[in-house]
């Protein structure tokens, strides 16, 4: 068993982040990562950083346009962190040596993003993200921090007591890739999830095939409420036969969409009068799947992103990964034609619920970046705000838990203050499958001390990789496709009560049908038919909690569109959802949105672009 300060699950750009920060609070600090770090997807991001730098902007315009941009579901006291201190530590990165894009002047450029009122994008060319990573890797390096990669952590180690509130995380259990064992993390500090995204979910995704979300599942079943699994980003430009990403940095430097009639639709058929291409990524989507629904998409799936009026100059020093991607992915050469885009899953604006210092619920158990809801995004994340969340509150996490006193949070966690039960009833059987009670909880027990419930929390692992081996059953894929299947065809971008409903049907044959599971690859190597398979249960907790939250909110807000109301109801839906596991029984509950702020009351209005 290995023993740390703090143990940070996860190194991209929020792990490598909360990890420096509990080292610079003088915490022995571990990260263990089922990547190596630089592989983790912050390497991805291709677009750039939200921070006001500039004379002429203030962090309060950022709040007010990311609070627009959630559709008033954002907690105020996490944007205004976020917008607050992205500036600080956005330079911060420029003094470890993030070589950012410039100007003639030398002044660090920044460029328009959607939904933004000022140009405050900041951008390492088209590959902000990987310049990130890296840049944040060295630190960890120069620094000594210990680094344990290929280790896929299976469970968190955490109390039984009957309210999450009361129970304490002590360490992980982790399956050992490379050497195929199993062993235990114990962290006497704190545990920080920092796991991402959970594209796999669906299956046309910009998200790599390791974002399934092991963080907050693992985060639900041991009594964490996960938080507005509902929104869910669909970007509007990801090529349509990989789901590959085409930056919003297109657009924001002038990249136009035209539908098959050669229409700037954008404009032309008025979804965004004002901003055009550059209105709101949920805009943005859901206007080109109506070009295409109405018959003028090409061939019937897609419309044109068209960046050639930029001239070659400017392309190859703004966009050239952009140029690559399209002709390696989709055979488009961008500087003499159009290319294909459609909408995509992208980003998954819930997660696991915390406060503004990457708190959970349970004792020493923190979470920061994709993987968290603080909640910065609400309904509907702005292009450029999830990198900075990543520095800003993986640092706050990283403080927090290496003991740094921080204040009294303004964001309640768990069933504290105006929290109420929803009352919407399921058709179908949600949760645990069989048999419910402490088995189905996956959260540990009370033992007597932090290291007896290691040890038997790591027998247990065992026993379950054991057993995934040498049984005999169902492969892990055919359950996985169907999950994605469903989810892609009935919680998309256009929602129904109808596709809603056969998505938790089909769901729960899925969970079924996991009951079965087996591993055929029986080597003790590099077995990714083992990862892949305790993977593929995280998505079904994940999707269920997903389709819950999203047939049972009857509203239209952020990305979430209900064809039943089309409209925003502030009057009954102001509200976060949250599904808490309970044992293996799913219950959905809410809690009111902050939208008292230390700048103003972000008073909802009409969101129009
Ligand atoms: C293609 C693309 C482009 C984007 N561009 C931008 C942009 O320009 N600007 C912007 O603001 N946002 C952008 N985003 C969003 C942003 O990049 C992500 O939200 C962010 O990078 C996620 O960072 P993270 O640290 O939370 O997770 P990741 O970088 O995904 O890291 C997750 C880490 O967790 C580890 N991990 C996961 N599960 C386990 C497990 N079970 N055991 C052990 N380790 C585990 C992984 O190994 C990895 O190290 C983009 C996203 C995509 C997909």
Redesign the pocket.
């Known amino acids: 068993m290995h023993e740390h300060d703090v143990v940070v699950?996860?190194?991209?750009?929020?792990?490598?982040r909360a990890a420096i920060a509990a080292q610079e609070e003088g915490a022995d600090v571990a990260i263990?990562?089922?990547?190596?770090?630089v592989?983790?997807?912050?390497?991805?991001?291709?677009?750039?950083?939200?921070a006001a730098l500039r004379d002429a902007d203030s962090w309060e315009d950022h709040a007010y346009d990311t609070m627009k941009g959630s559709d008033y579901l954002g907690d105020a006291p996490a944007v205004e962190a976020l917008c607050k201190e992205s500036p600080e530590e956005v330079i911060q990165l420029e003094h470890w040596g993030m070589p950012f894009s410039r100007e003639e002047d030398g002044r660090v450029s920044q460029r328009p993003f959607g939904g933004l009122s000022f140009p405050r994008?900041t951008?390492a060319g088209a590959e902000?993200?990987h310049q990130m990573?890296h840049t944040m890797y060295e630190q960890v390096v120069k620094r000594g921090i210990t680094v344990y990669?290929e280790?896929?952590?299976?469970d968190l180690v955490v109390t039984d007591e009957d309210d999450p509130a009361d129970r304490t995380c002590h360490g992980v259990v982790?399956y050992d890739i490379q050497r195929g064992e199993v062993d235990g993390f114990r962290a006497t500090g704190g545990v920080i999830l920092?796991?991402?995204?959970m594209?796999q979910v669906f299956d046309h995704?910009?998200?790599?095939v390791?974002?399934?979300g092991?963080?907050v599942a693992?985060a639900y079943r041991a009594g964490v409420p996960m938080e507005d699994m509902e929104f869910i980003q669909f970007?509007p430009t990801t090529l349509p036969s990989t789901g590959?990403?085409i930056?919003?940095?297109v657009r924001g430097e002038g990249g136009i969409l035209y539908n098959e009639k050669g229409e700037r639709f954008m404009f032309e058929h008025g979804y965004a009068n004002n901003d055009g291409e550059l209105a709101s990524r949920d805009v943005v989507s859901r206007a080109e799947l109506t070009e295409v629904n109405e018959g003028r998409g090409i061939e019937d799936e897609y419309v044109h992103l068209d960046m050639r009026h930029l001239g070659e100059e400017r392309i190859l020093d703004r966009l050239e990964n952009i140029l690559h991607l399209a002709e390696d992915f989709e055979g488009a050469d961008g500087l003499t034609e159009p290319m294909p885009v459609k909408p995509g899953q992208?980003?998954a604006m819930g997660g696991i619920e915390t406060n503004e210092h990457g708190e959970t619920v349970i004792e020493g158990l923190y979470a920061?970046?994709?993987?968290?809801c603080a909640s910065v995004h609400g309904a509907n994340r702005l292009?450029?705000?999830?990198?900075?969340?990543?520095i800003v509150f993986?640092k706050r996490a990283g403080h927090h838990a290496a003991g740094k006193e921080m204040g009294e949070a303004e964001i309640p966690t768990g069933r504290t203050g105006d929290w109420e039960p929803a009352e919407y009833e399921f058709e179908v059987d949600v949760g645990a499958v069989g048999d419910r009670g402490p088995a189905a909880a996956d959260g540990g027990a009370v033992a007597a001390d932090a290291e007896g419930l290691l040890e038997a929390e790591i027998e247990r692992a065992r026993e379950r990789v054991e057993d995934l081996l040498s049984r005999k059953g169902r492969n892990h894929a055919e359950i996985r496709s169907a999950v994605q299947e469903t989810m892609t065809a009935n919680v998309n971008v256009f929602r129904e009560e109808e596709g809603l409903k056969q998505s938790l049907e089909d769901l729960r044959e899925a969970r079924e049908a996991y009951t079965e599971v087996a591993v055929s690859d029986p080597s003790r190597t590099f077995n990714t038919d083992l990862i892949h398979t305790?993977?593929t249960r995280?998505i079904l907790d994940i999707a269920e909690a997903l389709a819950m939250g999203a047939l049972a909110r009857r509203e239209f807000r952020g990305a979430h569109w209900r064809k039943e109301r089309q409209e925003r109801d502030d009057e009954n839906w102001l509200k976060h959802t949250l599904v808490s596991w309970n044992d293996g029984e799913p219950e959905l509950w809410y809690k009111p949105a902050i939208l008292e702020g230390e700048a103003k009351t972000y008073e909802p209005k009409v969101r129009s672009y």
């Not at 592989?39 to 939200?50: D, K, L, V, W």
């Not at 995704?205 to 790599?208: E, G, P, V």
């Open positions: 699950v996860g190194a991209g750009g929020a792990g490598l263990v990562s089922k990547l190596h770090p592989r983790s997807h912050t390497g991805a991001a291709e677009g750039g950083i939200n994008t951008y902000t993200g990573l990669d280790w896929h952590v299976m982790a920092a796991t991402g995204g594209g995704t910009t998200n790599a390791a974002n399934t092991d963080g693992m970007h590959v990403l930056s919003e940095g992208h980003y920061a970046g994709e993987c968290a292009g450029g705000n999830a990198l900075p969340e990543l993986g305790m993977e995280n």
